[in-house]
């Protein structure tokens, strides 16, 4: 958790990075040598398997490539939610929800809770889970809880240069981040008016090179019992 700085007061809008953060790909880089023995290794299909893999012909491991989980919530306060503006790359200045790569040896929702503080300062009350969006292209599944705020004592961390409570009237749609933000957005504004939240579930389409792209309608939706 981030240290208050002295010049910041309950409910700040401004702040920014204390130090530079290098932007890392979520991507996993290719994979030229075995980590176990440092040889070369091979791209190809293994014995009793069915895709390819990056193999070492040396010591004979087989180096698996799995998806990045990421995790995050939809903090509540009243009638609005709080976003983050974004101080670091990717979509630097752009606006999310608090959300960040889940650490090992963590849960998923302590990692949703985590990112909340680190992000936007936030003390929450964790509700049910309530989006997750498999984002392929990127090897990615992106989870988002339902979340109550203890208060308004929230600031922006380090990866944040702004953190707000916003209506749905005023969510700047045209400068929100990740099309899993928007979507969850849409979703929980949907739910909101049906006094009913769900569960839901999707995925997201595109290109690693690029933005676009579009979310499929939910594959599935279960009451999560947590009202309005």
């Known amino acids: 958790m981030?240290?208050?700085?002295?010049?910041h007061r309950a409910g700040a809008?401004?702040?920014?990075?204390?130090?530079?953060?290098?932007?890392?790909?979520?991507?996993?880089?290719?994979?030229?040598?075995?980590?176990v023995c440092g040889h070369a290794i091979t791209l190809r299909v293994p014995e009793a398997d069915n895709r390819e893999r990056a193999c070492c012909d040396q010591c004979g491991a087989i180096h698996y490539v799995n998806p990045k989980m990421?995790?995050?919530?939809?903090?509540?306060?009243?009638?609005?939610?709080?976003?983050?503006?974004?101080?670091?790359?990717?979509?630097?200045?752009?606006?999310?929800?608090p959300a960040g790569f889940l650490e090992a040896?963590?849960?998923?929702?302590?990692?949703?809770?985590?990112?909340?503080?680190?992000?936007?300062?936030?003390?929450?009350?964790?509700?049910?889970?309530?989006?997750?969006?498999?984002?392929?292209?990127?090897r990615q599944i992106?989870?988002?809880?339902?979340?109550r705020l203890v208060d308004t004592d929230f600031m922006p961390g380090e990866e944040s240069l702004e953190v707000r409570l916003?209506?749905?009237?005023?969510?700047?749609?045209?400068?929100l981040?990740?099309?899993?933000?928007?979507?969850?957005?849409r979703q929980f504004f949907a739910d909101r008016r049906l006094e009913r939240f769900g569960v839901h579930t999707g995925s997201i389409e595109g290109s690693p090179r690029s933005l676009s792209g579009?979310?499929?309608?939910?594959?599935?939706?279960?009451?999560?019992?947590?009202a309005p």
């Open 2 to 7: 981030s240290a208050t700085p002295p010049n």
């Open 177 to 185: 981040a990740f099309r899993t933000v928007s979507a969850t957005l």
């Open 214 to 226: 579009t979310a499929t309608p939910a594959l599935a939706t279960m009451a999560a019992g947590l």
């Open 142 to 147: 992106h989870l988002f809880y339902l979340a």
């Open 70 to 97: 990421v995790v995050g919530t939809v903090p509540m306060w009243g009638e609005q939610v709080l976003l983050c503006r974004r101080a670091i790359e990717p979509r630097r200045g752009f606006w999310t929800l």
């Open 166 to 175: 916003f209506d749905e009237s005023d969510v700047p749609w045209n400068e």
């Open 13 to 35: 809008l401004h702040g920014g990075p204390r130090r530079g953060l290098r932007y890392i790909s979520s991507m996993t880089p290719a994979l030229n040598f075995c980590s």
């Open 105 to 138: 040896d963590e849960t998923t929702a302590a990692g949703a809770t985590r990112e909340t503080d680190e992000e936007a300062g936030a003390r929450i009350v964790l509700g049910p889970l309530f989006t997750m969006y498999d984002v392929v292209h990127v």
